[in-house]
């Protein structure tokens, strides 16, 4: 499908956030997020696109090794908690029967 004005046109909704800082999404309440942790302030307490299903999911995020991040964030993990969080969000919003797309590298590796 084409959209002819992309991001204008009003059947598009884009939003540019961390998507594993939406604690909501991961059933993490506001109030158990210790006052030290290094991003506490980041954290995402809204749900976007709550309610709504869609019938096709792509989950193509990467943690590349150029993006600026947190000390405590740079971990092999990152690339991990990224995936997991793309699973969790796009599985809740998937209508019954709908297609899930999921970019993996290196698939026959269990930590892929």
Same mark, same amino acid.
């Given at each position: 499908m084409i959209i002819p004005y992309g991001p204008k046109d009003?059947?598009?909704d884009v939003k540019f956030l961390d998507i594993t800082m939406l604690v909501r999404e991961f059933s993490i309440r506001s109030f158990s997020i210790p006052a030290d942790h290094p991003d %506490? %302030?980041?954290f995402i307490t809204s749900s976007p696109f709550n309610g709504r =299903?869609?019938?096709l999911v792509l989950c193509d995020g990467q943690a590349l090794r150029t993006h600026e991040r %947190? =000390?405590?964030r740079e971990t092999m993990r990152e690339a991990r908690r $990224? $995936? $997991?969080a793309q699973l969790i969000f796009g599985m809740t919003r998937i209508k019954q029967g709908g297609t899930f797309v999921i970019l993996l590298h290196k698939a026959e590796a269990w930590d892929t």
């Open positions: 009003p059947r598009v %506490a %302030a980041n =299903k869609f019938e %947190a =000390k405590y $990224l $995936l $997991l």
